[in-house]
């Protein structure tokens, strides 16, 4: 299971006197097997996509290039489902544009992506507001099976399906 789903808190949980480098190289090592394989040569394009800083102590490091280096832990791995709290936090602007470009490549790989953000002007496609009460699944529970394959198509098509917290209806 933890091989096939990747998560991002809004706060990574990195060690602070570790570089990015080094978390980068003790995540390769230690998950290289089975579903959710680290793909390397994916790492070094997101490095250099998120100009992610990998030679200073984590504890050094601004929001931003924490929140790099988190993201480039989750997407190098490649794993099935991505459940990402506040990704784009601390990001600049065009690197915010950098992580949506990732994320409509992750969706047309074939991969699942749950975003929740405060930030819901860039998802493209119609996103899926949950009660903040509720996981994903079981907002899709209350549905129809029907209407749940229908997400799901949406999704694979490129739309993002954050949760967020919304009011219930009338």
Known sequence: MHRAVGYLPAEP????????RQHLDWLARGRGRGRGTNDLTLRDELVERFDAELDRPVRTLSK????????????????DVLVLDEPTSGLDPLLQDEFDHLLRETVADGRTVFLSSH???????????????????????????????AHHARWSSGSTIPCKPTPSPS
Do not use: H, Y
């Open 13 to 20: 949980a990195l060690f602070p006197r570790m570089t990015g």
């Open 64 to 79: 931003g290039n924490r929140q790099k280096i988190g993201l480039i832990l989750v997407f190098f791995r490649r794993p």
């Open 119 to 149: 930030e819901l002007d860039g998802c493209s496609g119609r996103p899926t507001e949950c009660r903040s009460s509720r996981t994903a699944d079981s907002c899709w529970s209350t549905r129809s099976r029907g209407d749940a394959a």
